[in-house]
């Protein structure tokens, strides 16, 4: 009897399964480091690191939990805030558009 899975686990053929893992660590290196410019919020200091993939879509990754250091973050998780709670501030969304403005950050076409 077989099992289904989404996608073939290449179990019977070494080579080619060390070659789609090798590809997923550049997959992932690709989607989750390339790119990305450390930017320090100009109101508290968070630094954070942003890339812009177009004018409409912006990825920011904190580098250490946002409720210790910023204070719009902090106030929301004394809140009780969770999951689903804004992914920024308004603080940091203005200093991402001045790195934008001031050619800090770039913006692919």
Known sequence: ???WAKAPDFADQPARRAEVRAQT???QE????????PLRCQACHTEVRVRKSSSRQTSVQ???????HCPVFAELSA????PGRPETCERLQKTIKWAVDEGVLEVPE
Not at 30 to 37: A, K, P, Q, W
Not at 62 to 68: D, I, R
Not at 79 to 82: C, N, T
């Open 30 to 37: 690709r989607y989750l480091e390339d790119g990305l410019t």
């Open 25 to 27: 660590v550049v997959d």
């Open 62 to 68: 904190w580098t250490e939990n946002p409720a210790t």
């Open 1 to 3: 009897m077989t099992s």
């Open 79 to 82: 809140k009780g805030y969770g």
